[in-house]
């Protein structure tokens, strides 16, 4: 709950008049999140997570850029940036706690799970679109607010180190899963030729792409993303994984039985299309012709993230028994397989040793 006092200063800093109410939101694994209402209009208040952004005047650094670009250069596009203050600040501190307020956006509401291909078509149109925007923005500008955020490299040696200092009595549980772990390190291979080729781009990446990231109107089309914590410089396979990681299969990564998962045929048409819907005259040849192999860097990135969050006693994800890590990373090791068994997985993808 969010604490009165705190509302209240709140409206003090935003100079909101009249009563207001504040009702909770579906929080993420991340931030707290609710809706205030107040006589002036509706607002999106949040409350960021600084043990996973430790640093976060940067983030309100990156959406003060983002503001300035799209005000400037593409007006069209509905870019859901933080309110100001009276005096101008995006963000507020209150009891060592960063605050920002966004708009409401009447008559929009999130999905929080996929159940249609067309769904799964107007979200990767938003993130195609969104990124596609900031063709001319110059990503390097953005801070990093999450380093090696979506570094394969980095999240392997992360793994390795940790499985070196690891509680023997955890090894013993994660040693399963560890050897497909080590099996899978192909895909990195892929990964250093990818970030190294002069035709794969940095660009601006949202980074965290699943559906509940995505505003949708009443007739069911996609309006615009949200959620822009973690937009940073990044590569083409980033969104594109994301969205395979998490919209392919019917059932998510908290599912312990493995044989539900599959990968959707139809949804895997419906993300390709509507993400090159404004991307296709953005990408590389060489980006495009490497797209589906996203889901295969992503998800096994996750995998990876989620058996070194076990070995470190699950201090990054929320885990509600012991051993939520280590079925989460069996169930992303049987979507990873599932992408590679599909015929676009296997694919033999060109690059030097």
Same mark, same amino acid.
């Given at each position: 709950?969010?604490?009165?006092?705190?509302?209240?200063?709140? !409206?003090?800093?935003? @100079?909101? +008049?009249?009563?207001?109410?504040? /009702?909770?939101? @579906?929080?993420?694994?991340?931030?707290?999140?609710?809706?205030?209402?107040?006589?002036?209009?509706?607002?999106?208040?949040?409350?960021?997570?600084?043990?996973?952004?430790? !640093?976060?005047? %940067?983030?309100?650094?990156?959406?003060?850029?983002?503001?300035?670009?799209?005000?400037?250069?593409?007006?069209?596009?509905?870019?859901?940036?933080?309110?100001?203050?009276?005096?101008?600040?995006? $963000?507020?501190?209150?009891?060592?706690?960063?605050?920002?307020?966004?708009?409401?956006?009447?008559?929009?509401?999130?999905?929080?799970?996929?159940?249609?291909?067309? #769904?799964?078509?107007?979200?990767?149109?938003?993130?195609?679109?969104? +990124?596609?925007?900031?063709?001319?923005?110059?990503?390097?500008?953005?801070?990093?607010?999450?380093? &090696?955020?979506?570094?394969?490299?980095?999240?392997?040696?992360?793994?390795?180190?940790?499985?070196?200092?690891?509680?023997?009595?955890?090894?013993?549980?994660?040693? #399963?899963?560890?050897?497909?772990?080590?099996?899978?390190?192909?895909?990195?291979?892929?990964?250093?030729? &990818?970030?190294?080729?002069?035709?794969?781009?940095?660009?601006?990446?949202?980074?965290?792409?699943?559906?509940?990231?995505?505003?949708? @109107?009443?007739?069911? %089309?996609?309006?615009?993303?949200?959620?822009?914590? +973690?937009?940073?410089?990044?590569?083409?396979?980033?969104?594109?994984?994301? $969205?395979?990681?998490?919209?392919?299969?019917?059932?998510? #990564?908290?599912? %312990?039985?493995?044989?539900?998962?599959?990968?959707?045929?139809?949804?895997?048409?419906?993300?390709?299309?509507?993400?090159?819907?404004?991307?296709?005259?953005?990408?590389?040849?060489?980006?495009?012709?490497?797209?589906?192999?996203?889901?295969?860097?992503?998800?096994? $990135?996750?995998?990876?993230?989620?058996?070194?969050?076990?070995?470190?006693?699950?201090? /990054?994800?929320?885990?509600?028994?012991?051993? =939520?890590?280590?079925?989460? +990373?069996?169930?992303?090791?049987?979507?990873?397989?599932?992408?590679?068994?599909?015929?676009?997985? %296997? !694919? =033999?993808?060109?690059?030097?040793?």
């Amino acid at each position: 709950m969010l604490p009165i006092q705190v509302l209240q200063q709140i !409206q003090q800093q935003y @100079n909101w +008049t009249g009563a207001i109410q504040s /009702y909770p939101l @579906n929080n993420g694994l991340i931030n707290h999140t609710w809706k205030v209402v107040s006589a002036k209009a509706n607002y999106i208040l949040q409350a960021i997570n600084t043990h996973v952004f430790p !640093q976060p005047e %940067k983030i309100d650094q990156n959406l003060q850029l983002l503001a300035k670009h799209f005000s400037r250069g593409n007006k069209n596009y509905l870019f859901v940036g933080p309110v100001s203050t009276d005096d101008g600040k995006t $963000m507020v501190c209150i009891n060592d706690v960063y605050y920002r307020v966004f708009p409401f956006i009447e008559g929009t509401y999130t999905h929080n799970v996929l159940t249609k291909p067309d #769904e799964a078509f107007e979200a990767a149109r938003q993130f195609g679109k969104f +990124t596609a925007s900031l063709t001319h923005f110059n990503a390097r500008d953005l801070a990093i607010t999450i380093p &090696f955020f979506h570094h394969l490299s980095y999240r392997y040696w992360q793994f390795q180190h940790t499985w070196l200092c690891a509680d023997e009595v955890l090894k013993k549980q994660a040693r #399963e899963l560890a050897n497909p772990i080590s099996d899978q390190v192909h895909i990195l291979k892929k990964f250093n030729y &990818f970030i190294h080729k002069n035709t794969c781009l940095q660009r601006t990446m949202h980074h965290d792409a699943k559906i509940s990231n995505v505003l949708f @109107n009443e007739a069911g %089309k996609g309006v615009t993303v949200i959620d822009l914590d +973690t937009v940073m410089s990044g590569y083409f396979f980033s969104d594109m994984g994301d $969205m395979m990681r998490t919209y392919l299969s019917p059932v998510g #990564e908290e599912e %312990k039985d493995i044989s539900l998962i599959e990968v959707r045929k139809d949804f895997l048409q419906a993300i390709s299309e509507g993400y090159l819907t404004n991307m296709e005259s953005v990408l590389t040849a060489f980006e495009k012709e490497h797209l589906l192999f996203s889901g295969q860097i992503i998800t096994y $990135m996750q995998a990876l993230r989620f058996l070194t969050d076990f070995l470190q006693n699950n201090r /990054y994800y929320a885990c509600s028994y012991p051993q =939520q890590n280590l079925v989460r +990373t069996a169930n992303q090791l049987q979507l990873l397989k599932q992408i590679q068994n599909h015929p676009t997985g %296997k !694919q =033999q993808l060109y690059f030097l040793e």
